[in-house]
Protein backbone atom coordinates (compact mmCIF):
# COMPACT_ATOMS: atom_id res chain seq x y z
CA UNK A 1 0.00 0.00 0.00
CA UNK A 2 1.58 3.41 -1.19
CA UNK A 3 1.54 6.35 1.57
CA UNK A 4 -1.34 8.08 -0.94
CA UNK A 5 -3.55 5.30 -0.46
CA UNK A 6 -3.76 5.99 3.47
CA UNK A 7 -4.92 8.91 4.07
CA UNK A 8 -5.50 12.32 1.19
CA UNK A 9 -2.71 14.76 1.90
CA UNK A 10 -0.68 12.06 3.77
CA UNK A 11 3.49 12.31 2.68
CA UNK A 12 4.56 10.75 0.06
CA UNK A 13 7.86 8.44 -0.13
CA UNK A 14 9.32 11.38 -1.52
CA UNK A 15 8.48 13.34 0.93
CA UNK A 16 9.19 10.93 3.87
CA UNK A 17 13.32 11.26 2.07
CA UNK A 18 13.36 14.75 2.80
CA UNK A 19 12.91 14.66 6.31
CA UNK A 20 15.27 11.58 6.17
CA UNK A 21 17.94 13.66 4.49
CA UNK A 22 17.47 16.82 7.08
CA UNK A 23 17.79 14.57 10.06
CA UNK A 24 20.97 12.72 8.80
CA UNK A 25 22.58 15.79 7.35
CA UNK A 26 21.86 17.52 10.75
CA UNK A 27 22.82 14.64 12.79
CA UNK A 28 26.17 13.99 11.00
CA UNK A 29 27.25 17.46 10.85
CA UNK A 30 26.53 17.87 14.21
CA UNK A 31 28.46 14.65 15.28
CA UNK A 32 31.37 15.49 12.79
CA UNK A 33 31.68 19.17 15.07
CA UNK A 34 31.63 17.61 18.20
CA UNK A 35 34.33 14.89 17.62
CA UNK A 36 36.52 17.07 16.10
CA UNK A 37 35.88 19.74 18.83
CA UNK A 38 36.31 17.19 21.46
CA UNK A 39 39.62 16.04 20.14
CA UNK A 40 40.99 19.32 20.33
CA UNK A 41 39.69 19.72 23.54
CA UNK A 42 41.90 16.77 24.89
CA UNK A 43 44.90 18.28 27.00
CA UNK A 44 47.81 17.10 26.24
CA UNK A 45 48.37 15.95 22.50
CA UNK A 46 49.91 17.61 19.69
CA UNK A 47 47.23 19.46 17.91
CA UNK A 48 45.09 20.53 21.21
CA UNK A 49 43.69 23.97 20.86
CA UNK A 50 40.43 23.74 23.42
CA UNK A 51 39.73 27.32 22.26
CA UNK A 52 39.42 26.06 18.77
CA UNK A 53 37.84 22.73 20.47
CA UNK A 54 35.25 25.00 23.00
CA UNK A 55 33.90 26.89 19.36
CA UNK A 56 33.63 23.08 17.66
CA UNK A 57 31.69 21.75 20.63
CA UNK A 58 29.23 24.82 20.64
CA UNK A 59 28.46 25.05 17.03
CA UNK A 60 27.92 20.90 17.03
CA UNK A 61 25.43 21.51 19.88
CA UNK A 62 24.23 24.17 17.82
CA UNK A 63 23.93 22.56 15.05
CA UNK A 64 22.17 19.32 16.86
CA UNK A 65 19.48 21.86 18.74
CA UNK A 66 18.74 22.96 14.86
CA UNK A 67 17.92 19.47 13.22
CA UNK A 68 14.28 19.16 14.89
CA UNK A 69 13.61 22.70 14.46
CA UNK A 70 14.30 22.22 10.74
CA UNK A 71 12.33 19.46 10.76
CA UNK A 72 9.18 20.87 12.60
CA UNK A 73 9.94 23.57 9.28
CA UNK A 74 10.11 21.00 6.88
CA UNK A 75 7.35 18.58 7.86
CA UNK A 76 5.03 21.95 8.25
CA UNK A 77 5.96 22.95 4.70
CA UNK A 78 5.47 19.33 2.99
CA UNK A 79 2.22 19.16 4.32
CA UNK A 80 1.61 22.72 2.96
CA UNK A 81 2.34 21.87 -0.23
CA UNK A 82 0.11 18.15 -0.24
CA UNK A 83 -2.77 20.61 1.14
CA UNK A 84 -2.92 18.99 4.45
CA UNK A 85 -3.66 22.17 6.44
CA UNK A 86 -4.78 20.41 9.75
CA UNK A 87 -1.41 18.66 10.10
CA UNK A 88 0.73 22.06 8.88
CA UNK A 89 -1.25 24.09 11.55
CA UNK A 90 -0.18 21.24 14.23
CA UNK A 91 3.02 21.95 13.36
CA UNK A 92 2.98 25.39 13.42
CA UNK A 93 1.50 24.74 17.11
CA UNK A 94 4.80 22.92 18.22
CA UNK A 95 6.97 25.14 16.41
CA UNK A 96 5.24 28.19 18.27
CA UNK A 97 5.71 26.92 21.36
CA UNK A 98 9.45 25.51 21.46
CA UNK A 99 9.96 29.19 20.19
CA UNK A 100 8.40 30.11 23.10
CA UNK A 101 10.42 27.81 25.28
CA UNK A 102 13.56 29.09 23.74
CA UNK A 103 12.50 32.67 24.48
CA UNK A 104 11.65 31.56 28.16
CA UNK A 105 15.34 30.16 28.19
CA UNK A 106 16.75 33.31 26.93
CA UNK A 107 14.81 35.86 28.85
CA UNK A 108 13.97 34.34 32.52
CA UNK A 109 17.28 34.72 34.85
CA UNK A 110 17.98 32.13 37.16
CA UNK B 1 39.50 17.73 30.73
CA UNK B 2 41.98 15.29 30.21
CA UNK B 3 41.36 12.38 27.60
CA UNK B 4 41.00 10.02 30.77
CA UNK B 5 37.76 12.11 31.98
CA UNK B 6 36.26 12.34 28.23
CA UNK B 7 36.85 8.21 28.31
CA UNK B 8 34.53 8.01 31.22
CA UNK B 9 32.07 9.83 30.37
CA UNK B 10 32.11 7.99 26.65
CA UNK B 11 32.06 4.87 28.35
CA UNK B 12 29.11 5.12 30.64
CA UNK B 13 26.95 7.18 27.86
CA UNK B 14 27.93 4.19 25.62
CA UNK B 15 26.64 2.05 27.91
CA UNK B 16 23.30 3.81 28.75
CA UNK B 17 22.89 4.10 24.72
CA UNK B 18 23.54 0.13 24.54
CA UNK B 19 21.57 -1.12 27.22
CA UNK B 20 18.70 1.85 26.85
CA UNK B 21 18.32 0.56 22.61
CA UNK B 22 18.13 -3.44 23.76
CA UNK B 23 15.36 -2.91 25.73
CA UNK B 24 13.87 0.40 24.12
CA UNK B 25 13.42 2.67 26.85
CA UNK B 26 16.27 5.33 25.80
CA UNK B 27 19.99 5.89 27.02
CA UNK B 28 18.23 8.86 29.45
CA UNK B 29 17.09 6.12 32.08
CA UNK B 30 20.27 5.09 32.57
CA UNK B 31 22.85 8.11 31.52
CA UNK B 32 21.57 10.38 34.07
CA UNK B 33 21.73 8.46 36.94
CA UNK B 34 24.90 7.07 35.98
CA UNK B 35 26.61 10.95 36.16
CA UNK B 36 25.03 11.49 39.24
CA UNK B 37 26.17 8.57 41.36
CA UNK B 38 29.64 8.22 39.38
CA UNK B 39 30.70 10.96 37.73
CA UNK B 40 29.27 13.09 41.00
CA UNK B 41 27.66 15.30 38.68
CA UNK B 42 24.93 17.94 39.34
CA UNK B 43 21.42 16.62 38.49
CA UNK B 44 20.45 19.74 36.51
CA UNK B 45 23.86 19.81 33.94
CA UNK B 46 22.98 15.80 33.90
CA UNK B 47 19.81 16.18 32.75
CA UNK B 48 21.14 18.92 30.18
CA UNK B 49 23.40 16.53 28.98
CA UNK B 50 21.33 13.81 28.71
CA UNK B 51 18.46 15.92 26.75
CA UNK B 52 21.09 16.15 24.19
CA UNK B 53 22.10 13.01 23.56
CA UNK B 54 18.31 12.45 23.22
CA UNK B 55 17.61 14.86 20.28
CA UNK B 56 20.94 12.98 18.56
CA UNK B 57 19.25 9.73 19.72
CA UNK B 58 16.53 10.60 17.69
CA UNK B 59 17.67 12.17 14.28
CA UNK B 60 19.91 8.91 14.37
CA UNK B 61 17.34 6.55 14.49
CA UNK B 62 14.69 9.05 12.65
CA UNK B 63 16.37 8.53 9.56
CA UNK B 64 15.82 4.80 8.48
CA UNK B 65 12.34 4.28 10.68
CA UNK B 66 10.94 7.66 8.42
CA UNK B 67 12.16 5.92 5.10
CA UNK B 68 10.86 2.41 5.70
CA UNK B 69 7.68 3.86 7.16
CA UNK B 70 8.03 2.55 10.37
CA UNK B 71 7.22 6.29 12.00
CA UNK B 72 3.83 7.68 11.51
CA UNK B 73 4.38 10.91 10.75
CA UNK B 74 0.94 11.93 11.20
CA UNK B 75 0.40 10.70 14.58
CA UNK B 76 3.75 12.61 15.95
CA UNK B 77 3.05 15.39 14.50
CA UNK B 78 -0.13 15.49 16.09
CA UNK B 79 1.28 14.45 19.55
CA UNK B 80 4.48 16.97 19.41
CA UNK B 81 1.74 19.58 19.91
CA UNK B 82 1.35 18.69 23.29
CA UNK B 83 4.88 17.23 24.14
CA UNK B 84 6.30 20.10 23.15
CA UNK B 85 4.16 21.97 25.75
CA UNK B 86 4.46 19.39 27.99
CA UNK B 87 8.40 20.08 28.12
CA UNK B 88 7.54 23.75 28.22
CA UNK B 89 5.94 23.72 31.76
CA UNK B 90 8.55 21.11 32.97
CA UNK B 91 11.60 23.32 31.95
CA UNK B 92 9.45 25.61 34.03
CA UNK B 93 8.92 23.84 36.85
CA UNK B 94 12.52 22.41 36.69
CA UNK B 95 13.23 26.01 37.74
CA UNK B 96 11.85 25.62 40.93
CA UNK B 97 13.35 22.24 41.73
CA UNK B 98 16.31 21.62 44.02
CA UNK B 99 18.72 18.68 42.63
CA UNK B 100 17.48 16.17 45.21
CA UNK B 101 14.21 16.40 44.17
CA UNK B 102 15.11 15.63 40.64
CA UNK B 103 16.90 12.64 41.81
CA UNK B 104 13.95 11.59 44.02
CA UNK B 105 11.67 11.99 41.43
CA UNK B 106 14.18 9.61 39.14
CA UNK B 107 14.15 6.55 41.62
CA UNK B 108 9.81 6.97 41.29
CA UNK B 109 10.91 6.89 37.23
CA UNK B 110 13.34 4.31 37.71
CA UNK B 111 10.89 1.95 39.19
CA UNK B 112 8.11 2.84 37.00
CA UNK B 113 10.74 1.54 33.97
CA UNK B 114 12.27 -1.46 35.81
CA UNK B 115 7.89 -2.54 35.56
CA UNK B 116 7.31 -1.70 31.98
CA UNK B 117 10.87 -3.83 30.82
CA UNK B 118 9.25 -6.28 32.93
CA UNK B 119 5.95 -6.07 32.13
CA UNK B 120 6.10 -5.07 27.90
CA UNK B 121 2.95 -3.36 26.94
CA UNK B 122 0.22 -6.09 25.60
CA UNK B 123 -1.50 -4.97 22.76
CA UNK B 124 -5.25 -3.90 21.64
CA UNK B 125 -6.76 -6.12 19.20
CA UNK B 126 -6.86 -4.62 15.67
CA UNK B 127 -9.68 -2.30 14.89
CA UNK B 128 -11.37 -2.22 11.38
CA UNK B 129 -9.33 0.57 9.42
CA UNK B 130 -12.42 3.11 9.46
CA UNK B 131 -12.57 3.54 13.04
CA UNK B 132 -9.76 5.69 13.41
CA UNK B 133 -9.25 9.45 12.11
CA UNK B 134 -4.85 8.46 12.00
CA UNK B 135 -3.96 5.56 9.92
CA UNK B 136 -0.86 3.96 9.04
CA UNK B 137 0.89 0.93 7.32
CA UNK B 138 4.58 -0.25 6.94
CA UNK B 139 5.91 -3.91 5.56
CA UNK B 140 6.96 -5.77 8.70
CA UNK B 141 10.76 -6.96 7.50
CA UNK B 142 10.26 -9.92 10.29
CA UNK B 143 7.24 -10.87 9.61
CA UNK B 144 7.49 -10.12 5.41
CA UNK B 145 4.34 -8.97 5.45
CA UNK B 146 2.34 -5.34 4.92
CA UNK B 147 1.33 -4.21 8.35
CA UNK B 148 -1.61 -1.61 7.99
CA UNK B 149 -3.37 -0.74 11.53
CA UNK B 150 -5.87 2.52 12.63
CA UNK B 151 -5.08 4.94 15.41
CA UNK B 152 -7.73 5.31 18.15
CA UNK B 153 -8.08 7.43 21.62
CA UNK B 154 -6.52 10.34 19.82
CA UNK B 155 -7.15 12.21 23.18
CA UNK B 156 -5.69 9.97 25.42
CA UNK B 157 -2.61 10.46 23.80
CA UNK B 158 -2.60 13.74 23.68
CA UNK B 159 -3.05 13.57 27.06
CA UNK B 160 -0.31 11.47 27.86
CA UNK B 161 1.67 13.70 25.17
CA UNK B 162 1.48 16.39 27.66
CA UNK B 163 2.79 13.83 30.67
CA UNK B 164 5.56 12.51 28.69
CA UNK B 165 6.99 16.32 27.44
CA UNK B 166 6.75 17.48 31.45
CA UNK B 167 8.91 14.03 32.32
CA UNK B 168 11.41 14.35 29.50
CA UNK B 169 11.71 18.11 30.23
CA UNK B 170 12.40 16.92 34.34
CA UNK B 171 14.67 14.31 34.14
CA UNK B 172 16.13 14.46 30.48
CA UNK B 173 14.75 11.00 29.17
CA UNK B 174 12.88 10.88 25.82
CA UNK B 175 9.37 10.23 27.38
CA UNK B 176 9.29 7.10 25.28
CA UNK B 177 8.61 5.55 28.47
CA UNK B 178 5.27 7.10 29.25
CA UNK B 179 4.37 7.66 25.13
CA UNK B 180 4.79 3.98 24.03
CA UNK B 181 3.07 2.08 26.44
CA UNK B 182 0.59 4.00 25.74
CA UNK B 183 0.32 4.10 22.29
CA UNK B 184 0.52 0.02 21.93
CA UNK B 185 -2.05 -0.96 24.72
CA UNK B 186 -4.47 1.92 24.61
CA UNK B 187 -4.26 3.06 20.93
CA UNK B 188 -4.05 0.50 18.96
CA UNK B 189 -0.59 1.20 17.86
CA UNK B 190 1.51 -1.79 17.40
CA UNK B 191 4.88 -1.85 18.86
CA UNK B 192 7.74 -1.42 16.73
CA UNK B 193 5.28 2.15 14.96
CA UNK B 194 5.17 2.92 18.48
CA UNK B 195 8.44 2.85 18.93
CA UNK B 196 9.80 3.97 15.73
CA UNK B 197 7.32 7.02 16.21
CA UNK B 198 8.20 7.97 19.55
CA UNK B 199 11.71 7.97 18.68
CA UNK B 200 10.70 10.03 15.69
CA UNK B 201 9.07 12.62 18.36
CA UNK B 202 11.21 13.06 21.20
CA UNK B 203 13.58 14.77 19.23
CA UNK B 204 11.16 17.65 18.76
CA UNK B 205 10.03 17.30 22.06
CA UNK B 206 13.73 17.36 24.02
CA UNK B 207 14.80 20.67 21.72
CA UNK B 208 11.92 22.79 23.66
CA UNK B 209 13.53 21.67 26.91
CA UNK B 210 17.15 21.41 25.46
CA UNK B 211 17.15 25.49 24.04
CA UNK B 212 16.40 26.70 27.59
CA UNK B 213 18.63 24.95 29.29
CA UNK B 214 21.51 25.67 26.93
CA UNK B 215 20.44 29.11 27.16
CA UNK B 216 20.24 29.11 31.22
CA UNK B 217 23.86 27.55 30.89
CA UNK B 218 23.17 24.08 31.97
CA UNK B 219 24.37 22.16 28.89
CA UNK B 220 27.87 21.72 29.62
CA UNK B 221 29.71 21.10 25.96
CA UNK B 222 32.59 19.48 27.36
CA UNK B 223 30.42 17.14 29.00
CA UNK B 224 27.25 16.66 26.63
CA UNK B 225 29.67 15.89 23.66
CA UNK B 226 31.19 12.68 24.83
CA UNK B 227 27.89 11.95 26.04
CA UNK B 228 26.19 12.54 22.54
CA UNK B 229 28.98 10.40 20.99
CA UNK B 230 29.61 7.44 23.61
CA UNK B 231 24.85 7.40 23.19
CA UNK B 232 25.37 7.11 19.70
CA UNK B 233 27.67 4.45 19.26
CA UNK B 234 25.96 2.25 22.11
CA UNK B 235 23.02 2.45 20.61
CA UNK B 236 24.13 1.47 17.44
CA UNK B 237 25.78 -1.40 19.60
CA UNK B 238 22.17 -2.54 21.47
CA UNK B 239 20.69 -2.36 18.03
CA UNK B 240 22.80 -4.83 16.67
CA UNK B 241 23.35 -7.04 20.05
CA UNK B 242 19.39 -7.03 20.90
CA UNK B 243 18.34 -9.21 18.10
CA UNK B 244 21.33 -11.96 19.52
CA UNK B 245 20.60 -11.79 23.80
CA UNK B 246 17.78 -13.94 25.58
CA UNK B 247 15.72 -11.36 26.13
CA UNK B 248 14.19 -12.73 29.32
CA UNK B 249 17.85 -12.78 31.06
CA UNK B 250 18.50 -9.09 29.73
CA UNK B 251 15.10 -7.57 31.17
CA UNK B 252 15.33 -9.69 34.79
CA UNK B 253 19.26 -7.88 34.48
CA UNK B 254 18.27 -4.81 33.34
CA UNK B 255 15.48 -4.53 36.03
CA UNK B 256 17.88 -5.05 38.73
CA UNK B 257 20.13 -2.42 37.23
CA UNK B 258 16.93 -0.23 37.22
CA UNK B 259 15.65 -0.91 41.12
CA UNK B 260 19.21 -0.23 42.35
CA UNK B 261 19.73 2.70 41.10
CA UNK B 262 16.47 3.87 42.41
CA UNK B 263 17.62 2.85 45.39
CA UNK B 264 20.69 4.87 45.01
CA UNK B 265 19.12 8.17 43.42
CA UNK B 266 16.73 7.88 46.73
CA UNK B 267 19.70 7.75 49.39
CA UNK B 268 20.92 10.77 46.85
CA UNK B 269 17.52 12.44 47.67
CA UNK B 270 17.64 11.59 50.98
CA UNK B 271 14.63 9.55 51.29
CA UNK B 272 16.90 7.07 53.07
Known amino acids: MDDSEISSGALTGNDRGIIANGLRLGGNLSFALLASGLFLRVEGHFVSNPRLGNILLNAGLVALLATPVYRILTTMWLYWQAGNRRFAIYCMISLIVVAASSAVGFLVRR | MSLVQFAEVILIAFFAGAYGSMLGVGGGIILVPALI ?34 ANVELAVLLETTTTAGALIGTLLALRVSGDMVAGLFAVLLIYAAYTVLRPPAAIPARPLESGEIRGAYFDQKIKEEVSYSVVRLRLGIAAGFVAGNVSALLGVGGGIVMVPVMVSRMGVPLRAATATSNFMIGVTAVATAIPYYAFGDVIPALAAPCVIGVLMGARAGSWLAPRTKAAYLRIAFATVLLYTAYAMARRAGLF
Open chain 2, 37 to 70: ALLQVEPRTAVAASIVSVIATSCAGAVSFVRERY
